[in-house]
């Protein structure tokens, strides 16, 4: 967590971290699922942020479409240019 995020809090913002396939958190299998290769299951990781958009949206009601917001670099701008070219 950064401290300069906390203005955007104050102000009533809120800020999710979305845990997508492509770290190391959840262990090299989950990463591989279902096929067990890295690039042949890529697609997990923009499917699972498509996901997590979905839930704010739809189930939780945080946000809109109009008013959500992403941010990514290097690998994340990959991420970020998959997803929105996938579900805009």
Same mark, same amino acid.
């Not at 279902?34 to 946000?63: E, H, M, Q, S």
């Given at each position: 967590?950064?401290?300069?995020? @906390?203005?955007?809090?104050? @102000?009533?913002? *809120?800020?999710?971290?979305?845990? *997508? @396939?492509?770290?190391?958190?959840?262990?090299?299998?989950?990463?591989?699922?279902?096929?067990? /290769?890295?690039?042949?299951?890529?697609?997990?990781?923009?499917?699972?942020? *498509?996901? *997590?958009?979905?839930?704010?949206?739809?189930?939780?009601?945080?946000?809109?479409?109009?008013?959500?917001?992403?941010?990514? @670099?290097?690998?994340?701008?990959?991420?970020?240019? /998959?997803?929105?070219?996938?579900?805009?």
């Amino acid at each position: 967590f950064r401290s300069t995020r @906390r203005t955007l809090l104050d @102000r009533g913002m *809120v800020y999710v971290i979305a845990h *997508v @396939r492509g770290g190391g958190e959840m262990g090299r299998q989950w990463y591989e699922e279902p096929k067990g /290769a890295k690039y042949l299951c890529k697609k997990n990781t923009f499917d699972d942020f *498509v996901d *997590v958009a979905r839930w704010l949206i739809d189930d939780r009601k945080i946000t809109t479409p109009n008013q959500l917001s992403c941010e990514g @670099r290097s690998a994340g701008g990959l991420l970020i240019g /998959a997803s929105i070219n996938q579900a805009p």
